[in-house]
Each structure stands twice: as structure tokens, then as C-alpha cells.
């Protein structure tokens, strides 16, 4: 059994910056590919970032190209989402997946270990 923890989640102001992590803990090495995904308030759950288990591929939604970076250290089994010039529109609830695959997908599907979920906050 796998398990994820979110972390870093809060309230900033338009233009602020946040760094959610992902812990996993239990069976780490089933654990490959792992991305983050949100669900806003009366929407569905979103992809956001991906990154593949060596770290070497990464895939980002259009929405939050260009200001949010995807990492991980696999020596600490986390995963990192740095947000920059976040928007009122990113606000929602964060969730951390992982998948039990060397390859990084941007579907929820393909995704068998979800965490709890982390609130992000952006006010305007």
C-alpha cells in the first residue's frame, strides 16, 4: 500500500508564490510517475503537472505553463509543485497521484494513489 501527503497549502495574494509538496510513504518503490491535479469548487478535477520517476520528463496544463515547476527528490520520496504569480483562478483544492508506471500522464485515470488534498487559496 501506498500512501501520499500534500503539504504547503494556504492563502496567498494574486502574484504570490506557493511550494506544495507530496510525501509518499509505504510501498515507495511502486511508486513511479506522479502528478498533481486540482478541483475547483463546482468543477471537475483537473491535471495540472506531471513528472515521470526519473524526473527527466515533465508535462504542465496549458493554464499554468510558464508559472507552476514540477520536481521531485527520490531520495526524501516527494514530489514538489512551485506555484508562481498565482491567479484568483488557481484557487482550489491540490491533490498529489501516483502512478505505478516509469511513464507520466497527464489523465486521472491512469492514476491509482491519490492523497487527501491541500486548499490553495488566491485572493484577489
Known amino acids: 500500500q501506498v500512501q501520499l501527503g500534500e503539504s504547503g497549502g494556504g492563502l496567498v495574494q494574486a502574484g504570490g508564490s506557493l511550494r506544495l509538496s507530496c510525501a509518499a510513504s509505504?510501498?515507495?518503490?511502486?511508486?513511479?510517475?506522479t502528478g498533481w491535479f486540482r478541483q475547483a469548487p463546482g468543477k471537475e478535477r483537473e491535471f495540472v503537472a506531471t513528472?515521470?520517476?526519473?524526473?527527466?520528463?515533465?508535462y504542465y496544463a496549458d493554464s499554468v505553463k510558464g508559472r507552476f515547476t514540477i520536481s521531485r527528490d527520490n531520495t526524501k520520496n516527494t514530489v514538489y509543485l512551485q506555484m508562481n504569480s498565482l491567479t484568483p483562478e488557481d484557487t482550489a483544492v491540490y491533490y498529489c497521484?501516483?502512478?505505478?508506471?516509469?511513464?507520466?500522464?497527464?489523465?486521472?485515470?491512469?492514476?491509482?494513489?491519490w492523497g487527501q488534498g491541500t486548499q490553495v487559496t488566491v485572493s484577489s
Open positions: 513528472i515521470s520517476w526519473s524526473g527527466r520528463s515533465t
Open positions: 497521484a501516483a502512478r505505478d508506471s516509469a511513464w507520466a500522464i497527464s489523465e486521472l485515470k491512469g492514476y491509482g494513489y
Open positions: 509505504g510501498r515507495t518503490f511502486s511508486i513511479l510517475a
